[in-house]
């Protein structure tokens, strides 16, 4: 079992940063694919970043690409992102997730991950 807390959610202006933690805890493998998704009120929840938790691929929805940037600290078991020059339609509850296929493909769809945290509310006031 693998358990998600996300950390590092709250309120910030236009054009400012903020940097969302996932602590991870259980038996993560380096295969694993580690993802941020976000859900807007009244939309679907979509993919935002993901990598491997080895480290060796990235990948970003094209409205990430440029202002946030997905890491792992191997050492702290947390995955990071952080976002810059935020803007009021980033405002979602992100979400940090697991793959444990092990296969590294579909690293953009939701039903690929088996692992969930609770969220955290990013709000971008204008």
């Known amino acids: 079992q693998v358990q998600l807390v996300e950390s590092g959610g709250g309120l910030v202006q236009v054009g400012g940063s903020l940097r969302l933690s996932c602590a991870a805890s259980?038996?993560?493998?380096?295969?694993?694919?580690m993802g941020w998704f976000r859900q807007a009120p009244g939309a679907e929840r979509k993919f935002v970043a993901a990598?491997?938790?080895?480290?060796?691929?990235?990948y970003y929805a094209d409205s990430a690409l440029g202002r946030f940037t997905i890491s792992i600290d191997n050492a702290k078991n947390t995955v990071y992102l952080q976002m810059d020059n935020l803007k009021p339609e980033d405002t979602a509850v992100y979400y940090c997730?697991?793959?444990?296929?092990?296969?590294?493909?579909?690293?953009?769809?939701?039903?690929?991950?088996?692992?969930w945290g609770q969220g955290t509310q990013v709000t971008v006031a204008s």
């Open positions: 997730a697991a793959d444990s296929s092990g296969d590294g493909g579909s690293w953009y769809a939701e039903w690929k991950y088996d692992y």
């Open positions: 990598m491997t938790w080895s480290g060796g691929s990235t």
């Open positions: 259980g038996r993560i493998f380096s295969t694993y694919t």
